[in-house]
Nanobody, 121 residues
Framework: EVQLVESGGGLVQVGGSLRLSCAASGFIFDDYDIGWFRQVPGKEREGVACVEGGDGSPHYSDSVKGRFTISRDNAKNTFYLQMNSLKPEDTAVYYC??????????????WGQGTQVTVSS
């Protein structure tokens, strides 16, 4: 069974830090591009950070660049989002994602269940 299981969300004050984790199982994790998205009620889900399978370079949205760091540990089938200098506008449900383009099939995507991050001012 394919699973992405998130942990690490919670309530934090402005300027604080949190680390989200996403544990993957049921597929060959190393090959997949992985990323973090977030969503607030009434808005579309937005990409926050991503990194390609293998040794790809990370990419960040402008809103989190310099504050968030995405990393992956292929040996543990887990990836992370370190969030520093948190702001109230970072409040959202955060989702982890793994995706792979399969020739002749298209994109295969898996999602975590989501974890709430709330930044209080």
């Amino acid at each position: 069974e394919v699973q992405l299981v998130e942990s690490g969300g919670g309530l934090v004050q402005v300027g604080g830090s949190l680390r989200l984790s996403c544990a993957a199982s049921g597929f060959i994790f190393d090959d997949y591009d992985i990323g973090w998205f977030r969503q607030v009620p009434g808005k579309e889900r937005e990409g926050v950070a991503c990194v390609e399978g293998g040794d790809g370079s990370p990419h960040y949205s402008d809103s989190v660049k310099g504050r968030f760091t995405i990393s992956r540990d292929n040996a543990k089938n887990t990836f992370y989002l370190q969030m520093n200098s948190l702001k109230p506008e970072d409040t959202a449900v955060y989702y982890c994602n793994a995706s792979l383009e399969v020739v002749g099939v298209g994109f295969v995507r898996f999602w975590g269940q989501g974890t709430q991050v709330t930044v209080s001012s």
